[in-house]
């Protein structure tokens, strides 16, 4: 048989998953911070091109650089 799992259990498991929510969600924000400080050390055109390729990369514009339809609707 199988023992139940008291509340402190249950508790304790929601804390950590909360802990390492929060623990992933700071190292995102750090991230996005340092890409962004990155862009800021550029000259303007080559962030730009940058910027436009990783944009191709993850799927929110098409090769020719326009605004793919499932994102603007």
Same mark, same amino acid.
């Given at each position: 048989?199988?023992?139940?799992?008291? *509340?402190? &259990? #249950?508790?304790?498991?929601?804390?950590? *998953?909360?802990?390492? #929510? %929060?623990? &992933?969600? %700071?190292? %995102? +924000?750090?991230?996005?911070?340092? #890409? +962004?400080?990155?862009?800021?050390?550029?000259?303007?055109?080559?962030?730009?091109?940058?910027?436009?390729?990783?944009?191709?990369?993850? !799927?929110?514009?098409? &090769?020719? !650089?326009?605004?793919?339809?499932?994102?603007? !609707?």
């Amino acid at each position: 048989m199988r023992a139940e799992k008291s *509340t402190e &259990q #249950y508790e304790r498991r929601d804390n950590m *998953t909360i802990a390492t #929510y %929060n623990r &992933q969600h %700071n190292e %995102n +924000i750090e991230e996005m911070k340092n #890409y +962004i400080s990155s862009f800021k050390k550029m000259e303007k055109r080559q962030a730009e091109k940058r910027a436009r390729e990783s944009l191709i990369r993850s !799927g929110v514009l098409n &090769q020719d !650089g326009t605004t793919k339809k499932q994102i603007c !609707g």
